[in-house]
């Protein structure tokens, strides 16, 4: 008998207080959740354990280098899982994993998905590794979901993240259930959270609610036994064309990659913004510009829909001007003008939020980011001064960062940001 093994995107739990705000970089309780008690590292290379015999609680490790940390995690994972999986045939299918704070794939977490691949080849020479598609998932495979968040081990307001929290669970697709979870934690300097070509050049960012529902899969309060989120798995016949669309798209294939999202549209769900996304920057970089304009409207509209739109107009470090790298200039322009006429003819009104990197002092971030965000209001009225009753602006400074650690260069270019929150009249 085949059992096929999947390797999905990213998982966090929210446990314990968050910087601020929701979307800040997380801070990290000492016991978290149902699992398996401060197992010792792990090998890559080593035999395969036995699994466990009794579940007790999740306890954070002390952050070690990421690549040690994914060897303990994935090595303790495996083991847990033995008794489910046994000693059949397998296929092991790596969807890559993500930041849970922001949706998106970085370079460390595709190493992360990567190493989990070589560990499960060391371990148990019947597993197979195969890509997420729509075939895997026709043969109700076992799905391991997993992330790599910023978190503040000292539950610190507005600091800079201390270390990377490591999730993994497995979901067994034949039930439905989790079977298996992990938790670990990596230091921050062995991690790089730069995102990969489609999330960088992606107009939002993507924690919608396929994200959410893969989250709620896999944080604390699903325990080893429980179903996994009944949304989530309806939706992952089209996460796998997804995958394969974000895979064309990185590996410079942009014509194949817009086939394979507009494939994935009918699958997915109505508001996926990974899709979204993927039909603008594909027809946008295709010179199908009337397409973009079209695609992107729609983003603003599920925004307006669902009171927050996370588009990424994206700031220079310290300055209240854009960044003006190849053709953003000319796309938000083009945002701008959409933003604006849309707003307009919403009934709610439209609150500006500005952002700012964790450089500098916690005053001048705070004055930054209502800069920022008069700067784009102003913009906004520009374009269509009936809107102009509908907007107010804010400023939070660095208190909601998706990343934090200040290093204001590609790494942190999500935090230099403003977005757009819709908000009753007054």
């Not at 959270?193 to 709620?216: A, C, M, Q």
């Not at 996926?272 to 729609?298: E, I, P």
């Not at 650690?405 to 790494?411: K, Q």
């Amino acid at each position: 008998m085949l059992v096929t093994l999947v390797v999905s995107g990213g998982c966090t739990s929210p446990t314990g207080p968050v910087a601020s705000s929701p979307s800040a970089p997380t801070s990290v309780p000492s016991v978290v959740a149902p699992a398996i008690a401060k197992a010792p590292a792990a090998s890559p290379a080593a035999p395969l354990a036995a699994a466990p015999s009794a579940v007790t609680t999740f306890v954070a490790p002390a952050p070690i280098k990421f690549e040690d940390a994914i060897a303990r995690a994935g090595g303790q994972l495996f083991a847990q899982a033995v008794p489910q999986i046994g000693n059949e045939s397998r296929v092991l299918v790596v969807d890559p994993l993500i930041d849970a704070n922001t949706g998106g794939q970085t370079v460390s977490t595709a190493k992360m998905g990567e190493q989990l691949e070589s560990i499960a080849k060391s371990r148990q020479a019947k597993l197979t590794v195969r890509p997420l598609t729509r075939e895997a998932l026709a043969q109700k495979p076992l799905l391991l979901i997993g992330t790599l968040t910023p978190v503040t081990v000292e539950r610190s307001i507005d600091t800079v993240p201390d270390a990377f929290r490591v999730w993994l669970t497995l979901i067994d697709l034949r039930s439905g259930k989790v079977i298996a979870k992990q938790l670990d934690r990596a230091t921050v300097d062995s991690v790089n959270p730069e995102p990969l070509p489609f999330y960088r050049d992606s107009p939002t960012w993507h924690k919608d609610k396929t994200v959410l529902g893969y989250i709620n899969s896999c944080q604390i309060n699903t325990k080893i036994g429980d179903p996994a989120d009944p949304d989530y798995l309806a939706r992952l016949p089209g996460a796998a064309v997804v995958n394969e669309a974000i895979l064309a798209y990185d590996g410079g294939k942009v014509p194949l990659a817009n086939k394979l999202y507009k494939e994935a549209e009918p699958l997915a769900d109505p508001g996926d913004l990974r899709v979204l996304n993927g039909l603008y920057v594909t027809s946008w970089q295709l010179g199908q510009r009337d397409a973009a304009r079209d695609v992107f409207g729609r983003l603003v509209d599920s925004g307006l829909e669902l009171k927050r739109l996370p588009v990424k107009l994206l700031f220079q470090p310290g300055k209240t001007e854009f960044n003006t790298i190849g053709d953003l200039p000319q796309q938000y322009t083009m945002w701008i003008a959409s933003i604006a006429q849309k707003a307009g003819n919403t009934p709610s009104c439209v609150r500006v939020v500005g952002h700012t990197s964790r450089t500098g002092s916690a005053r001048a971030n705070e004055v930054l980011s209502r800069q920022r965000a008069e700067a784009v209001r102003r913009m906004l009225e520009h374009d269509n001064r009936a809107v102009a009753a509908k907007l107010s602006t804010a400023g939070v400074g660095s208190r909601e960062a998706l990343v934090g650690l200040g290093t204001d260069d590609v790494r942190d270019a999500l935090d230099r940001r403003v977005e757009f929150r819709v908000v009753d009249c007054v």
